[in-house]
Protein backbone atom coordinates (compact mmCIF):
# COMPACT_ATOMS: atom_id res chain seq x y z
CA UNK A 1 0.00 0.00 0.00
CA UNK A 2 1.09 3.94 -0.04
CA UNK A 3 4.09 4.39 2.28
CA UNK A 4 2.85 5.85 5.41
CA UNK A 5 2.20 10.13 4.66
CA UNK A 6 3.80 12.69 7.50
CA UNK A 7 0.29 13.16 9.59
CA UNK A 8 0.24 16.80 9.22
CA UNK A 9 -3.90 17.06 10.59
CA UNK A 10 -4.75 17.03 14.01
CA UNK B 1 -3.13 23.83 5.60
CA UNK B 2 -6.26 25.31 3.96
CA UNK B 3 -9.01 27.43 5.24
CA UNK B 4 -11.47 24.33 5.48
CA UNK B 5 -8.89 22.58 8.05
CA UNK B 6 -8.06 25.33 10.04
CA UNK B 7 -11.94 26.49 10.44
CA UNK B 8 -12.30 22.65 11.42
CA UNK B 9 -9.37 23.11 14.21
CA UNK B 10 -11.01 26.17 15.05
CA UNK B 11 -14.29 24.40 15.85
CA UNK B 12 -12.79 21.63 17.73
CA UNK B 13 -11.32 24.64 19.60
CA UNK B 14 -14.13 26.16 20.74
CA UNK B 15 -16.26 23.18 21.51
CA UNK B 16 -13.68 22.24 23.92
CA UNK B 17 -13.79 25.51 25.26
CA UNK B 18 -17.70 25.84 24.91
CA UNK B 19 -17.27 22.51 27.41
CA UNK B 20 -14.74 23.96 29.45
CA UNK B 21 -16.83 26.95 30.22
CA UNK B 22 -19.75 24.76 31.34
CA UNK B 23 -18.10 22.62 33.64
CA UNK B 24 -16.49 26.02 35.01
CA UNK B 25 -19.25 28.23 35.18
CA UNK B 26 -22.02 25.63 36.46
CA UNK B 27 -19.68 23.92 38.34
CA UNK B 28 -21.16 20.98 36.77
CA UNK B 29 -20.99 18.06 34.44
CA UNK B 30 -24.74 16.84 34.20
CA UNK B 31 -25.81 16.03 30.85
CA UNK B 32 -21.73 15.38 29.99
CA UNK B 33 -20.77 11.92 29.24
CA UNK B 34 -17.54 10.80 31.38
CA UNK B 35 -17.04 8.01 28.72
CA UNK B 36 -16.96 10.53 25.60
CA UNK B 37 -14.28 12.44 27.44
CA UNK B 38 -12.32 9.02 28.33
CA UNK B 39 -12.66 7.97 24.81
CA UNK B 40 -11.49 11.09 23.50
CA UNK B 41 -8.20 11.31 25.40
CA UNK B 42 -7.47 7.97 24.48
CA UNK B 43 -8.21 9.35 20.46
CA UNK B 44 -5.54 12.20 21.47
CA UNK B 45 -3.32 10.26 23.38
CA UNK B 46 -3.05 7.29 20.68
CA UNK B 47 -2.79 9.62 17.90
CA UNK B 48 -0.03 12.41 19.05
CA UNK B 49 2.65 9.47 20.23
CA UNK B 50 4.50 11.28 17.07
CA UNK B 51 4.65 14.67 18.89
CA UNK B 52 7.86 14.67 20.47
CA UNK B 53 9.21 13.05 17.18
CA UNK B 54 7.48 14.33 14.39
CA UNK B 55 7.95 18.47 14.13
CA UNK B 56 5.52 19.56 11.89
CA UNK B 57 4.65 23.17 12.95
CA UNK B 58 3.95 25.23 16.10
CA UNK B 59 1.11 25.07 15.68
CA UNK B 60 0.64 21.47 15.16
CA UNK B 61 2.80 20.74 18.26
CA UNK B 62 0.70 23.39 20.33
CA UNK B 63 -2.48 22.25 18.93
CA UNK B 64 -1.93 18.77 20.37
CA UNK B 65 -0.46 19.94 23.93
CA UNK B 66 -3.74 22.15 24.12
CA UNK B 67 -5.91 19.36 22.97
CA UNK B 68 -4.50 16.58 25.09
CA UNK B 69 -3.88 18.41 28.06
CA UNK B 70 -7.35 19.91 27.79
CA UNK B 71 -9.28 16.88 27.50
CA UNK B 72 -6.83 14.77 30.92
CA UNK B 73 -8.39 17.93 32.52
CA UNK B 74 -12.15 17.37 31.86
CA UNK B 75 -11.85 13.44 32.75
CA UNK B 76 -9.72 14.34 35.82
CA UNK B 77 -12.39 17.00 36.70
CA UNK B 78 -15.32 14.64 35.98
CA UNK B 79 -13.40 11.95 38.05
CA UNK B 80 -11.87 14.08 40.64
CA UNK B 81 -13.27 17.32 41.43
CA UNK B 82 -15.83 16.81 44.75
CA UNK B 83 -18.42 19.61 43.86
CA UNK B 84 -18.00 18.67 39.61
CA UNK B 85 -18.03 14.59 40.29
CA UNK B 86 -21.08 14.92 42.35
CA UNK B 87 -23.31 15.71 39.17
CA UNK B 88 -21.91 13.22 36.80
CA UNK B 89 -24.88 11.32 35.77
CA UNK B 90 -23.16 8.12 35.99
CA UNK B 91 -26.89 6.31 36.18
CA UNK B 92 -27.38 7.59 32.57
CA UNK B 93 -23.98 7.05 31.27
CA UNK B 94 -23.85 3.45 30.80
CA UNK B 95 -22.65 2.76 27.31
CA UNK B 96 -20.67 0.01 27.10
CA UNK B 97 -17.86 2.26 25.86
CA UNK B 98 -14.80 -0.27 26.07
CA UNK B 99 -16.62 -2.21 23.54
CA UNK B 100 -16.09 0.67 21.06
CA UNK B 101 -12.52 0.40 22.26
CA UNK B 102 -11.68 -3.25 21.08
CA UNK B 103 -13.83 -2.89 17.98
CA UNK B 104 -11.21 0.12 17.32
CA UNK B 105 -8.38 -1.40 17.84
CA UNK B 106 -9.54 -5.18 16.17
CA UNK B 107 -10.28 -2.83 12.82
CA UNK B 108 -6.71 -1.10 13.13
CA UNK B 109 -4.96 -3.79 13.59
CA UNK B 110 -6.85 -5.23 9.94
CA UNK B 111 -7.09 -1.95 8.13
CA UNK B 112 -4.44 0.69 8.36
CA UNK B 113 -1.77 2.33 5.84
CA UNK B 114 1.07 0.40 7.00
CA UNK B 115 1.81 -2.34 9.36
CA UNK B 116 4.00 -0.12 11.73
CA UNK B 117 3.03 0.67 15.92
CA UNK B 118 2.95 4.12 15.07
CA UNK B 119 0.31 4.10 12.01
CA UNK B 120 -1.92 0.93 13.67
CA UNK B 121 -1.94 3.67 16.92
CA UNK B 122 -2.90 6.32 14.15
CA UNK B 123 -5.69 4.22 12.55
CA UNK B 124 -7.04 3.53 15.88
CA UNK B 125 -7.36 6.72 17.17
CA UNK B 126 -9.29 7.75 13.61
CA UNK B 127 -11.90 4.77 14.75
CA UNK B 128 -12.13 5.27 17.87
CA UNK B 129 -12.74 9.02 17.06
CA UNK B 130 -15.56 7.93 14.59
CA UNK B 131 -17.32 6.71 17.20
CA UNK B 132 -16.40 8.15 20.65
CA UNK B 133 -19.48 10.56 20.43
CA UNK B 134 -21.86 7.70 20.51
CA UNK B 135 -21.70 7.72 25.13
CA UNK B 136 -22.79 11.04 24.44
CA UNK B 137 -25.65 11.27 22.33
CA UNK B 138 -27.21 8.19 23.95
CA UNK B 139 -26.67 10.25 27.31
CA UNK B 140 -28.11 13.46 25.62
CA UNK B 141 -31.38 11.21 24.59
CA UNK B 142 -31.64 10.02 28.10
CA UNK B 143 -31.47 12.76 29.68
CA UNK B 144 -34.30 14.63 28.47
CA UNK B 145 -33.81 18.97 27.81
CA UNK B 146 -30.13 19.55 27.15
CA UNK B 147 -28.80 22.49 28.40
CA UNK B 148 -27.28 25.60 26.27
CA UNK B 149 -23.95 24.96 26.50
CA UNK B 150 -24.13 21.31 26.58
CA UNK B 151 -25.55 20.91 22.87
CA UNK B 152 -23.57 23.79 21.66
CA UNK B 153 -20.19 21.54 22.65
CA UNK B 154 -21.77 18.47 20.58
CA UNK B 155 -22.54 20.48 17.68
CA UNK B 156 -19.28 22.19 17.48
CA UNK B 157 -18.03 19.23 18.19
CA UNK B 158 -19.54 17.41 15.15
CA UNK B 159 -19.44 20.18 12.72
CA UNK B 160 -15.38 20.36 13.18
CA UNK B 161 -15.19 16.59 11.50
CA UNK B 162 -17.60 18.05 8.85
CA UNK B 163 -15.40 20.93 7.87
CA UNK B 164 -12.37 18.39 7.53
CA UNK B 165 -14.13 16.49 5.17
CA UNK B 166 -14.37 19.66 3.04
CA UNK B 167 -10.43 20.25 3.92
CA UNK B 168 -10.09 16.16 2.36
CA UNK B 169 -12.09 16.78 -0.88
CA UNK B 170 -10.00 20.43 -1.39
CA UNK B 171 -6.51 18.88 -0.98
CA UNK B 172 -7.82 15.97 -3.23
CA UNK B 173 -8.31 18.53 -5.73
CA UNK B 174 -5.24 20.40 -5.20
CA UNK B 175 -2.64 17.89 -4.04
CA UNK B 176 -1.19 15.22 -6.36
CA UNK B 177 -1.26 11.63 -4.51
CA UNK B 178 -2.98 13.14 -1.94
CA UNK B 179 -5.16 10.09 0.04
CA UNK B 180 -6.52 10.62 3.34
CA UNK B 181 -8.95 7.54 2.60
CA UNK B 182 -8.98 6.29 5.91
CA UNK B 183 -9.30 9.62 7.80
CA UNK B 184 -12.18 10.16 5.13
CA UNK B 185 -14.35 7.24 5.24
CA UNK B 186 -14.09 7.31 9.04
CA UNK B 187 -14.55 11.23 9.11
CA UNK B 188 -17.74 10.43 7.04
CA UNK B 189 -19.38 7.93 9.45
CA UNK B 190 -18.45 10.14 12.18
CA UNK B 191 -20.52 13.39 11.28
CA UNK B 192 -23.31 10.84 10.23
CA UNK B 193 -23.79 9.62 13.24
CA UNK B 194 -24.21 13.79 14.48
CA UNK B 195 -26.99 14.04 11.57
CA UNK B 196 -30.04 13.37 13.86
CA UNK B 197 -28.82 15.46 16.05
CA UNK B 198 -28.10 18.46 14.24
CA UNK B 199 -31.63 18.05 12.51
CA UNK B 200 -32.93 18.79 16.16
CA UNK B 201 -30.56 20.73 16.87
CA UNK B 202 -31.57 22.94 14.02
CA UNK B 203 -35.01 22.63 15.05
CA UNK B 204 -34.53 23.92 18.11
CA UNK B 205 -32.90 27.21 17.02
CA UNK B 206 -35.30 27.82 14.09
CA UNK B 207 -38.24 27.13 16.98
CA UNK B 208 -36.69 29.30 19.21
CA UNK B 209 -37.28 25.73 21.75
CA UNK B 210 -34.93 23.90 24.35
CA UNK B 211 -33.01 20.79 22.65
CA UNK B 212 -34.92 18.37 23.16
CA UNK B 213 -34.10 14.57 21.44
CA UNK B 214 -36.64 11.73 21.26
CA UNK B 215 -35.66 9.10 23.36
Known sequence: ?10 | MNIFRFAGDMTHLISILVLLLKIYATKSCSGISRKTQELYALVFLARYVDIFTEFISVYNTIMKIVFIASTLAIVWCMRGHRVVRRSYDKELDTFRHYFLIAASLVLALLVHEKFTFQEILWAFSIYLEAVAILPQLVLLQRSGNVDNLTGQYVFFLGAYRGLYILNWIYRYFTEPHFSRWIACVSGLVQTALYADFFYYYFLSWKNNAKLKLPA
Open chain 1, 1 to 10: GPSSYPKDEL
